[in-house]
C-alpha cells in the first residue's frame, strides 16, 4: 500500500513539474476548463461528455510524453544531433495531431449546439 502511495507521489510530481514548467500544458488545462463550461452550459449528453473528456486525456497525456521525451533527449543528446531533432519533431507532431482531432470532435459536438 505505501508502494502505491508513493507511485501517486511521484505521478503528482511529474504533473506538478509539467504543469509550472509547460506553458502549452497550462493552456490545455485552461482549455479543458472552458470547454468543461461550456459543456454545462449546453447541457451536454453523458456520451458527449465521454467523448470530450476523453479529448482533454488525449491531448494532455500527449502533452505529458512529449514533454518527457523533450527532457530525455535533452539528456541524452545536450548537443546538437539530427536524430535528436527528428525525435523531438515526431513527438511534437504526435501532440499537434491528437489536438487537431480534438478541435474537430469538439467541433462536431458543439457548433450544432451553439447554431
Ligand atoms: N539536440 C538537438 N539536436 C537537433 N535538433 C534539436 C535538438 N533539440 C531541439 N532540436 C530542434 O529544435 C526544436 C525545438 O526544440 P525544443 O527542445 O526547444 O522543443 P520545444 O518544442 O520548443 O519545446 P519547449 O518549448 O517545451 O522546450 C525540435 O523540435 C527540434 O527540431
Avoid at 17 to 37: E, K
Avoid at 69 to 74: G, Q
Avoid at 76 to 98: F, Q, T
Wanted: proline share 2%.
Amino acid at each position: 500500500m505505501k508502494k502505491v502511495v508513493r507511485s501517486f507521489g511521484f505521478a503528482g510530481k511529474g504533473i506538478a513539474w509539467s504543469f509550472r514548467t509547460q506553458f502549452n500544458f497550462r493552456i490545455h488545462i485552461i482549455a479543458a476548463l472552458l470547454v468543461t463550461g461550456l459543456g454545462w452550459w449546453v447541457r451536454l449528453s453523458l456520451t458527449e461528455w465521454v467523448c470530450v473528456v476523453l479529448c482533454f486525456a488525449m491531448v494532455m497525456v500527449t502533452e505529458m510524453v512529449n514533454t518527457a521525451i523533450e527532457v530525455l533527449v535533452d539528456l541524452v543528446s545536450p548537443g546538437y544531433h539530427s536524430k535528436a531533432g527528428l525525435v523531438k519533431d515526431i513527438a511534437a507532431g504526435a501532440v499537434l495531431i491528437s489536438a487537431i482531432l480534438a478541435a474537430i470532435i469538439g467541433c462536431v459536438i458543439f457548433i450544432p449546439k451553439l447554431w
